[in-house]
């Protein structure tokens, strides 16, 4: 069974860093589509950085040149570096996976979280100004 355990959030001062861990099993990176989302309080969930395969990225405009996306395809591990955190970062993080053949194309970016069946918990991240 996939499962997805979210790590690295807390509290930090705007211009700090974070470094967030999702922790993979039942499947391997080569294998699936995963982004990072997050959600704020009150507003809809959305797309921050997605990774394909041969680690290809992509951002969402407010986030880029601040975070980075990663992986470790041998620990099974999604990596979010997030640098020069604002407020506006503020929200809970989720990572996300959707399963897919080896050579199959992945959701366009910013994909829609139904695109993606599987979940983590969600790690919190709160950047106070």
């Known amino acids: 069974q996939v499962q997805l355990v979210e790590s690295g959030g807390g509290s930090v001062q705007a211009g700090g860093s974070l470094r967030l861990s999702c922790a993979a099993s039942?499947?391997?990176?080569?294998?699936?589509?995963m982004v990072w989302f997050r959600q704020a309080p009150g507003k809809e969930r959305e797309g921050v950085a997605g990774?394909?395969?041969?680690?290809?990225?992509t951002y969402a405009d407010s986030v880029k040149g601040r975070f980075t996306i990663s992986q470790d395809n041998a620990a099974s591990t999604l990596y979010l570096q997030m640098n020069s955190l604002k407020s506006d970062d503020t929200a809970m993080y989720y990572c996300?996976?959707?399963?897919?053949?080896?050579?199959?194309?992945?959701?366009?970016?910013?994909?829609?979280?139904?695109?993606?069946?599987?979940w983590g918990q969600g790690t919190q991240v709160t950047v106070s100004s």
């Open positions: 996300a996976a959707r399963l897919i053949l080896e050579n199959w194309a992945c959701p366009e970016f910013p994909g829609s979280p139904a695109n993606y069946p599987y």
């Open positions: 039942g499947y391997t990176g080569s294998s699936a589509c």
């Open positions: 990774i394909a395969r041969w680690g290809r990225a």
